[in-house]
């Protein structure tokens, strides 16, 4: 087969496997997806012609290219690694077999040769895919016990290689999700909110371009979700799910969110598990001193005591919101911790309450105080919008006129799919 139409094939061939479960709908199981690419990468192999001349260039190319068409496949084929691997020893300024070669033992977990193969790759030339592929691959090193020194290097090292891959190409769809990954990932250590903005701008950027992955959408969803944008989060989980029906992260995060956004929608309609007489009972002792510490500096008052319907979408500086738990909202996510406060004057609001460790908690009864309460209205869940009260962090809060301790605030838990350094271009 001339190179023309092998370049053809294989194009065709990564298409299929994008575009696989929706030219397949009758295919119900990963493992079918996984042998069909299979059969049909082996087959294509078999296509590739010999190498040219006894030349190192001629038959490094001819094992790049076999590497190349075996790299297509979902597992780690070690028959790709030893094509990619003579391909470099042959001609080490193979870039783009570099590239190959670590998302082969990538695939392996093989993390730390991966990231010296894309290192390689950008020394000898400096592309989006090198770049982005060492921005996904430095990220692994998150999961391992670093200082803190050292995880915000990875992070701007992750995101400076992004940037740099879309000086050279915007509308590279992969540098994008990179990007987005990289956002996310250092909001959820850090918890500035402006990482978490940066990151659903990049995620918006990768969905519009051409690149297509479940794995975008599921990640998407979870920075939508912490911005309490829930509407939009669950259709990026069911975009997820429509690439890819069988990918089982994707259609459980989507049920245990749907089952929230129904206790979420209950807890606002329904009167909870409390009587009416025990409810003005925990009103009555509702005592404005427990909020001294957050209105009072000194004699001087710095923030007032507002009922819930005061309250404007945005930050409410300058005031403090104070009423007592009427319902606590068992939710499956574990974050944000969700609980029902009524003020004073009868009125109720939702509070989710995120960085929280596993010793937090709350009971119906407790008094809980909330400083520059920040309205978030969650629109396209209900035939209204549902008021939130956003917490940041529980050290925000009084609970029963005292600060939350230490031991029960936390980083994020939070699920974040690290995505596969796939590559896909086109043979050459």
């Not at 493992?31 to 012609?49: H, M």
Request: aromatic share 8%; hydrophobic share 40%; net charge neutral.
């Amino acid at each position: 087969m001339k190179i023309e139409e092998l370049t053809k094939e294989y194009e065709e061939l990564a298409r299929y496997k994008d575009f696989y479960f929706e030219e397949n709908p009758s295919s119900t199981t990963y493992e079918s997806y996984i042998l069909d690419i299979k059969k049909r990468a082996n087959d294509l192999v078999l296509e590739v012609p010999l190498a040219e001349d006894d030349s190192n260039v001629s038959k490094a190319k001819y094992h790049f290219l076999c590497g190349q068409i075996l790299n297509l496949c979902i597992q780690y084929d070690p028959i790709c690694e030893e094509h990619l691997t003579k391909a470099v020893k042959l001609n080490s300024l193979l870039s783009k077999a570099w590239i190959e070669l670590g998302e082969c033992v990538w695939k392996r977990a093989h993390f730390d040769r991966a990231i010296d193969c894309y290192k390689n790759s950008i020394e000898i030339q400096e592309t989006p895919e090198g770049l982005v592929a060492l921005s996904i691959a430095l990220r692994s090193k998150l999961n391992t016990p670093i200082s803190n020194q050292d995880r915000e290097a990875v992070h701007d090292q992750s995101v400076a290689l992004c940037k740099r891959a879309i000086e050279l190409e915007p509308g590279f769809g992969r540098a994008w999700y990179s990007m987005g990954t990289s956002w996310l990932t250092r909001f959820l250590q850090s918890s500035h909110p402006v990482h978490l903005i940066n990151s659903s701008k990049a995620y918006e950027n990768a969905v519009k371009s051409s690149l297509r992955s479940a794995d975008i959408h599921l990640n998407f969803s979870v920075a939508l979700r912490l911005q309490l944008r829930y509407a939009e989060a669950l259709e990026h989980l069911k975009e997820a799910i429509r690439i890819e029906p069988v990918f089982k992260e994707a259609t459980d995060s989507k049920t245990i969110f749907e089952a929230y956004l129904t206790k979420l929608q209950n807890a606002t309609n329904s009167k909870g598990p409390l009587s009416a007489k025990k409810i003005q009972k925990f009103l009555a002792s509702l005592n404005e001193n427990e909020c001294s510490a957050i209105t009072k500096k000194g004699a001087e008052v710095v923030r007032s005591i507002v009922p819930f319907t005061d309250l404007k979408p945005g930050l409410n500086q300058g005031t403090v919101v104070f009423g007592k738990v009427v319902v606590v909202v068992d939710n499956d996510l574990q974050i944000p911790s969700t609980l029902v406060l009524s003020d004073k004057q009868g009125n109720r609001i939702i509070v989710c309450v995120f960085k929280i460790s596993r010793n937090f908690g709350v009971i119906l009864g407790d008094s809980i105080a909330v400083p520059n309460p920040n309205l978030v209205e969650a629109k396209g869940i209900s035939s209204s919008p549902i008021r939130i009260l956003k917490v940041d962090t529980p050290a925000l809060l009084l609970r029963n006129g005292k600060p939350v301790p230490r031991d029960q605030m936390a980083n994020y838990d939070v699920s974040v799919s690290l995505p596969a350094v796939n590559t896909q271009s086109s043979l050459s």
